[in-house]
C-alpha cells in the first residue's frame, strides 16, 4: 500500500510507495533506539549506539529499497487495491500513476530529444519576435548618444553592490550554472571586475554572448489536455545571474 510519511513540516509530506508494506515497521524500531539512546545522553559507544545505528542503517536501506523500485512498488498497489475490490483505492493509485507519468515522447510530429530541442528553439524564436516593438532599442540609443561625458558610461563598484543586494535567491541557475548566492557571497573584489565588465560593455555597445544565455523550459499548462501540442505549453526563461545585474 503507498501512505505518506510525515515530515517535520506539517503543510509537506513525502510519499513513498510500500511505506506501508516494508518500511513502517523499521521506521518505529529505528525511531524508539533513536529515542532511547538519545535519552541516555547520546553514547558514543556501547549497545545502545550500536542498537542505534544498526536499526537506523537497516531503516534506510529498506527505504532506499523501495524509492529504488517505486514503479514496481505502486503496480503492485494497483493490483493488490483490484484484487481487494477497493474501487476508491484503485482509481486513486490511477490517478497518482497518471500524473507521474505526464511526458510525451513526440510534440507536434517531433520525436527524439535532438528534434523536439531544435522544435522549442525555432517555435519560441518565432513567438518572442513577432512583435516588432523597437521603443525600447530607440531609448537606449538616445541615452547613449546624449551622454555629457565618459564618465556618464561609468559603472561604479557601488553601484554593482546594490544590485547584487538587490539579486533575488533560490532561483534556478542559467546556463553557465552560476547562482545569485556564488554572486553574493564572493569577495569584494568581483565589485571591481563587474564595474570594470559593465563599463567595458558600455563603452564599446557589446556584451558576451555566454552572458545572453537563456534556458528555456516548456512546462505544461493542462496536464488533462493534449501534452503532444506545442500549444499546451508555456514557456519559462532561466538567465544568467550576472546578467541580471
Request: include cysteine; charged fraction near 20%.
Amino acid at each position: 500500500a503507498i501512505n505518506c510519511m510525515q515530515s517535520k513540516a506539517p503543510i509537506k509530506s513525502k510519499c513513498v510507495p510500500g511505506w506501508n508494506d516494508y518500511v513502517k515497521d523499521h521506521h518505529t524500531i529505528a525511531r524508539d533506539a533513536f529515542l532511547l539512546w538519545r535519552n541516555n545522553g547520546g553514547p558514543k559507544q556501547g549497545p545502545l549506539s550500536d542498537l542505534m545505528r544498526i536499526t537506523r542503517a537497516k531503516f534506510k536501506y529498506v527505504l532506499r529499497l523501495c524509492r529504488d523500485n517505486k514503479s514496481n512498488m505502486r503496480a503492485d498497489a494497483l493490483a493488490n487495491s483490484h484484487l481487494d475490490k477497493n474501487v476508491n483505492l484503485f482509481w486513486k493509485n490511477v490517478g497518482k500513476k497518471k500524473k507521474s507519468s505526464q511526458h510525451s515522447v513526440s510534440i507536434d510530429g517531433y520525436n527524439g530529444h535532438t528534434n523536439i530541442g531544435n522544435m522549442w528553439g525555432k517555435h519560441y524564436a518565432n513567438l518572442l519576435s513577432c512583435v516588432s516593438n523597437n521603443k525600447d532599442e530607440q531609448y537606449v540609443r538616445s541615452k547613449l548618444q546624449n551622454r555629457n561625458s565618459s564618465q556618464d558610461m561609468v559603472v561604479r563598484p557601488t553601484e554593482i553592490q546594490c544590485s547584487i543586494h538587490e539579486l533575488a535567491v533560490g532561483k534556478s541557475t542559467g546556463p553557465d550554472g552560476i547562482s545569485a548566492e556564488h554572486i553574493k557571497h564572493a569577495h569584494d573584489r568581483v565589485l571591481i571586475l563587474f564595474s570594470l565588465l559593465f563599463t567595458a560593455a558600455h563603452f564599446h555597445g557589446y556584451l558576451p554572448p555566454n552572458m545572453l544565455e537563456t534556458t528555456l523550459v516548456p512546462i505544461v499548462k493542462n496536464k488533462n489536455g493534449d501534452i503532444t501540442s506545442a500549444g499546451n505549453y508555456r514557456l519559462i526563461a532561466t538567465a544568467t545571474a550576472i546578467s541580471k545585474l
